[in-house]
């Protein structure tokens, strides 16, 4: 008859307590650490998605700005009235020519105007009827457009600021900008301006406040009625 021996329970091996609960406080502290690399991970992808949210958006309507300045010009038939309607710190007001030369597409009023309370900077278009020469804008917008939103000044520098001419550049020092504060440029300076640099923040959707490492969009614009080698510094149209 075979002998098989019996098992003897008092000689199986396990986990004390005092190892159970090192093993799951090591095992707590791995997991911490992965979820807290996990977290940090998804909100500075998070915070470059927004950066670059709100650097696409400023991009986009530096261009809409930009275009609307360079296409300025003087009204068919009016030599009088210069490109430059008004200009001060939030808003600039010109006569811009985006159409095709057709008299069904002449050109037309267009008024930029960022307004801080809402951080947002506003396109109204006014399309003239008549004919050249003898132009009439009306009194509403004939378009109104929304060209950027949660945007707000660069620290104390104008979203507008105009410049004019450097009648001595070879001293390196540029020309001190125009006042436009309060009301505006003066009319007697709307000719002098040669130069229009427009700067702002755009800042991520929803957020109010600027933080370290927004973008800042800035670009300048030239007239093209200022002929630097004339005598005349002003803006003249033919």
Excluded: W
Aim: with cysteine.
């Amino acid at each position: 008859m075979t002998h098989r021996p019996g098992i003897d329970l008092r000689r199986e091996e396990g986990f004390t307590l005092v190892e159970l609960l090192v093993g799951i406080i090591i095992g707590m502290v791995v997991l911490m650490a992965a979820l807290t690399v996990l977290d940090n991970t998804v909100s500075l992808g998070a915070k470059v998605s927004k950066r670059v949210d709100a650097t696409q958006r400023g991009r986009t309507g530096l261009d809409r700005i930009t275009r609307d300045l360079n296409s300025m010009v003087c009204l068919p038939g009016d030599p009088a009235q210069d490109a430059l309607i008004a200009g001060s710190d939030n808003s600039v007001d010109v006569y811009a020519d985006l159409g095709d030369g057709s008299a069904s597409r002449p050109p037309q009023r267009r008024t930029i105007t960022y307004n801080p309370a809402t951080r947002r900077i506003t396109e109204n278009v006014y399309t003239p009827t008549g004919p050249a020469g003898a132009y009439v804008f009306p009194a509403t917008p004939t378009t109104s457009t929304t060209l950027l939103s949660d945007v707000i000044q660069d620290g104390s520098t104008p979203i507008f600021t105009y410049y004019p001419l450097d009648t001595t550049p070879d001293d390196d020092v540029p020309p001190a900008a125009l006042s436009a504060s309060g009301t505006g440029l003066a009319a007697a300076d709307l000719d002098s301006v040669a130069r229009i640099r427009i700067t702002f923040k755009a800042l991520p959707s929803n957020r109010t406040t600027a933080k370290p490492g927004d973008a800042v969009m800035q670009d300048d614009v030239y007239r093209t009625a200022v002929d630097p080698n004339d005598s005349d510094a002003t803006a003249q149209c033919f």
